[in-house]
DNA sequence: TTGAAAGCGCTAACAT
DNA sequence: ATGTTAGCGCTTTCAA
């Protein structure tokens, strides 16, 4: 039960497999085929079921027409959406992604950049951390696409998609300082990448920009390898040592999960008195009573950007022509519930 | 700059290329080459950075270390979850995954089941639709590792991964009636499959087992093409209409969602009076005011079930063995919150 | 103990 | 307008 192959195709229809090469790769036109043979072949084609082996092509042309994507974790949901869109849109230009999770582990990021390279992935998305930035380089060296997406490497130039991180955070802590606010928490994690600066920077800049000194008693660092359990058990202690906090700004979704749980298991009451905005939506700050706000990444269009950023640059026929990166900043909103 | 072929490194070595790929594939003890060669070549190899072509090594060997996978939706949580565990343990095995959405349509699923064999993936993890029977058969008819989960078809003898549905329900159904509920509404979707019959059936028996006859007009089927906001609209709906209910037991994790939202608006209080049990966990049901119960898929059983199972099948080396289909069938338990 | 060479299935330059 | 054939990078049989 060998599957077939082109040779059995070209037998069936007493032709040289060079005929349905061209036939099966749209070129039958250009090389003037009998529109009669085109048919005739196709005919045998669709009867037998024979689908051309893709590896085999690949050897041969060198791009495998697949895309790897390389995030922090696939099953975070903002992750797992982008991944979601990113699939829908390359299947429809005839790509396939593989996708691989960093875990936030330097050494098992560039580990699949290599393990992606000796698989001829044609291009990729990441989500980077810090210590890629030579591997990526590496790739752009070799004039692999490459479209970075959700965070920023310093002194990187290459194709990036980000939301304006501070621009959210600038909003959201605006917002706060005009409910009166006066005491506001930033609660934020310990990964060193620029959209998490960012996110800071922008709270920072609207505090001052009322003429408030940021504090950094009330501003507390989450280990990103914390457990759940930990960093809610870490909030409890925190909030409960400062009672004078009046409004809490969190910089990911996942530490305001936390920071509701958290609050729960305080009972202490979310409203008018004590505010929360998190930043990155979720269903659950919609549903929460009384609802969370939240500043919103534009996944959909990120996944656009990205997406038609990498088709763009796996299209470039011409070897020689300069690439030039796009950078794409996209807004992000607050959503006042 | 082209990438380095295994030719190059035996040039550098001055050895044949088929002394190189023997050590490259740890056949070197095995073909008794001296230990200072395979120092000296593997030397090289690291100096060099030389990575085999995994699409050149896949052509000849017929094997591409590929596993496809096939979800409704991989931005699901649940999907996703397994995604990421799959993923994990995939790659320990030397194993990449590439995954597709069949976002529950039929013709899109067969065309990726053919796009991943013209792909050449050694392996298969589906949750299935019904309709994809045939295309499974033809798989299995080729002797490729099939490993189906979530959900099952009938009359497909395939290995499969199943929580038991039935069991779930029927434990939550059974504590409703125990809190003294007499109107316990489901709410369900309408898709066509085993897993949604069995989930009906638990909730079923548990009522006769109670003496109490099922009531079709507090059992409300949704339609799986719903936007969420149909969905939350319809629930809305039929919980005006029958203001007896004074319990409900959600089929899926989503609907409950869209069930909660639908409370919200109605402004109906959730609590000992109205109860509410998922199908599925979700944090949104740990941090909802009270609690919401849950029945609990143990996820990281599934993929350890599902990818032990891929792998078991992966590795079988003897095609003339009759392979066994093993079906696991994984307890579901009620979390009582 | 190592090397030469066939061949996996396909594309495309070249030949007819 | 269609056929012949080299070769993509690798594994593995067979020969030396």
Redesign the pocket.
């Known amino acids: 039960m060998?599957?077939?192959?082109?040779?059995?195709?070209?037998k069936a229809a007493?032709?040289?497999?060079?005929?349905?090469?061209?036939i099966?790769?749209g070129?039958?036109e250009k090389?003037?085929?009998?529109q009669?043979?085109?048919t005739k072949v196709e005919k045998i084609i669709k009867e037998l079921g024979?689908?051309?082996?893709?590896?085999?092509?690949s050897?041969?042309?060198?791009n495998t027409k697949t895309i790897g994507l390389i995030v922090e974790d696939i099953s975070n949901p903002f992750f797992a959406s982008i991944a979601r869109l990113i699939e829908d849109k390359a299947y429809r230009h005839g790509y396939k992604i593989i996708y691989s999770s960093t875990e936030n582990n330097l050494d098992k990021a560039r580990g699949l950049i290599r393990m992606f390279k000796?698989r001829q992935v044609d291009g990729y998305i990441i989500a980077p951390m810090t210590g890629m930035e030579e591997d990526i380089r590496d790739l752009l060296k070799d004039r692999t696409p490459v479209v970075v997406f959700d965070r920023h490497l310093p002194g990187l130039e290459v194709s990036t998609v980000l939301v304006d991180n501070s621009e959210g955070t600038y909003l959201a802590t605006q917002s706060l300082i005009e409910h009166g606010k006066k005491n506001i928490a930033f609660v934020t994690v310990d990964v060193e990448v620029e959209e998490i600066k960012d996110r800071y920077a922008g709270y920072e800049n609207a505090l001052k920009s009322k003429g408030i000194t940021p504090d950094t008693e009330i501003c507390k660092l989450i280990p990103f390898t914390n457990t759940a359990d930990e960093t809610t058990a870490e909030l409890i202690d925190f909030f409960t040592k400062n009672p004078r906090i009046d409004a809490v700004l969190f910089a990911t979704n996942y530490l305001a999960v936390r920071g509701l749980f958290c609050f729960k298991e305080m009972n202490k009451q979310v409203g008018e008195d004590f505010r929360v905005i998190a930043f990155d939506d979720h269903d659950i700050f919609k549903l929460h009573s009384p609802n969370i706000s939240a500043v919103y990444q534009p996944i959909e269009d990120i996944a656009d950007q990205v997406i038609s950023l990498i088709l763009k640059e796996l299209s470039v026929v011409d070897v020689f022509e300069e690439t030039e990166f796009k950078q794409v900043v996209l807004s992000s909103t607050l959503i006042e519930r």
Not at 2 to 10: H, M, R, V, W
Not at 51 to 57: D, E, S
Not at 59 to 62: D, E, K, M, S, V
């Open positions: 060998k599957p077939l192959s082109i040779k059995d195709i070209a007493n032709v040289s497999i060079t005929t349905v090469s061209f099966l790769n070129k039958a090389m003037r085929i009998s009669e043979m085109i024979f689908r051309p082996n893709q590896v085999a092509r050897l041969r042309t060198g000796s």
